[in-house]
């Protein structure tokens, strides 16, 4: 009787042995050989019975948080569906069927969200106009280029959710596999990254007249002068250093290397940018895929952090930088 | 409030997903969503609080009731 009471309160202590606290020590251990040799099996049943107390009444506080944290992640989930109304909406995910991909996809789409919504009015209705042109393409219809201020304001949220993305996914191997996730989740959304990334909607970032162009140059410090009437000033050489960017092969890398260390990527190490450069280059010479998720992450890593403000102050202008330093606290 | 709300979330229990996109969502919220998430964390936060003291006691009650037991045992 003793032995199989010892047996069945050992076995059943060691199933429960996680959930109960720890009790031990020489006193206990006497306790245990003494009930033991004297056969008291009483003393071995009142020890079941307060280890199932114990057992049954933290199950009870275990359940009562449990429905604690049921309440809070409710209303938590209310708040961010709120949020996220519109943006979900734009995307859609409804195709998406795998959970973890949908909870991924909706991080990242709320970092988009935070890059759009951290910018002026002004610039969020020229992102939303770039948007709709692209949709247009992907209609077959054929709008007009994106003016400076529509291309600015998409490529400052791109720029600023690509810093989040990269604060989130600090080394490189795990940024291309975030990427190469986004790419095969956006194929079943509203807004596939082939669709956003194909020649035909890139062909809508070309600088439609040399007023738009010159808007370009002046984000970045440069302004037309007499000279550029007579070919000579430095509008005009920005202008034939970036045609030659757009050659095959490239021409005057190193003329285009020296310009984007001066105005475009100042902290940037002079090597990285030569590396940026060759990406850019192949991107808008290149065949097929223009932008790969393998390019998209060199770009992202060889330019270093600070120029990833300097590059949204350039563009949409100082105010507008300050979600993509708010979305740091994400990480 | 959303200092204090990122405050609560590094001890709340809601998932690592609900807690990414609120840390990301909050500077774009509106005031009227970020109080009443303020709100649900904080009321988490205390009636956890208490849920952890009921949790002590309970393990106390238990420690004590062996205790005497093997007090009375080792007397015998």
């Known amino acids: 009787m003793i032995k199989f009471a010892v047996d069945k309160v050992k076995s059943w202590f060691s199933e429960n042995k996680g959930e109960l606290p720890k009790i031990g020590g020489s006193r206990f251990e006497n306790a245990l050989k003494k009930a033991k040799e004297s056969k008291d099996v009483g003393f071995f049943k009142k020890i079941f019975i307060f280890a199932k107390t114990f057992l049954t009444e933290s199950g009870e506080v275990k359940k009562e948080k449990e429905a604690v944290k049921g309440e809070a992640s409710k209303t938590v989930e209310q708040g ?9 909406k734009l995307i859609n995910l409804e195709n998406v069927k795998d959970e973890k991909d949908r909870q991924f996809y909706d991080e990242v789409l709320a970092m988009g969200v935070t890059s759009y919504e ?12 770039a948007l709709t042109k692209i949709d247009q393409v ?5 709008p007009e ?3 400076f201020e529509e291309s600015a304001s998409l490529i400052a949220v791109g720029i600023k959710t690509l810093k989040q993305l990269k604060t989130k996914y600090p080394k490189k191997a795990d940024f291309k596999a975030a990427l190469d996730r986004i790419v095969k989740i956006s194929d079943s959304s509203s807004y596939p990254f082939k669709k956003l990334l194909n020649s035909d909607t890139l062909k809508l970032f070309s600088v439609s007249s040399d007023e738009e162009g010159l808007k370009f140059l002046n984000a970045f410090g440069i302004q037309a002068s007499a000279g550029d009437l007579f070919g000579s000033g430095d509008a005009t050489k920005v202008k034939d250093l970036m045609t030659g960017l757009g050659k095959s092969p490239i021409q005057n890398k190193e003329g285009i290397v020296d310009f984007m260390k001066k105005h475009v990527f100042p902290t ?3 090597r990285d940018i030569t590396h940026v450069v060759g990406i850019l280059n192949e991107m808008i010479t290149g065949d097929g895929d223009k932008l790969s998720s393998d390019k998209l992450t060199d770009l992202t890593f060889y330019l270093h952090d600070n120029d990833y403000d300097h590059l949204i102050t350039a563009l949409v202008g100082k105010s507008n930088t300050s979600v993509a330093k708010l979305g740091q606290l994400a990480a | 409030m959303s200092s204090k709300i990122l405050t609560l979330l590094q001890t709340s229990s809601i998932s690592d997903h609900d807690k990414f996109m609120v840390r990301t969502l909050l500077p774009v919220m509106k005031p009227a969503v970020i109080k009443q998430i303020e709100d649900a964390l904080q009321k988490e936060f205390s009636r956890i609080g208490k849920l952890d003291e009921k949790q002590k006691r309970i393990e106390l009650k238990y420690n004590v009731m062996v205790e005497k037991l093997v007090e009375m045992e080792n007397k015998k």
């Open chain 1, 268 to 270: 940037t190490d002079k």
């Open chain 1, 118 to 129: 951290g910018m002026d009015q002004a610039h969020q209705v020229s992102a939303s106009t």
């Open chain 1, 138 to 142: 992907a209609e077959g219809k054929k």
């Open chain 1, 80 to 88: 961010v569906d709120a949020t996220m109304a519109d943006a979900r």
């Open chain 1, 145 to 147: 280029n994106f003016t």
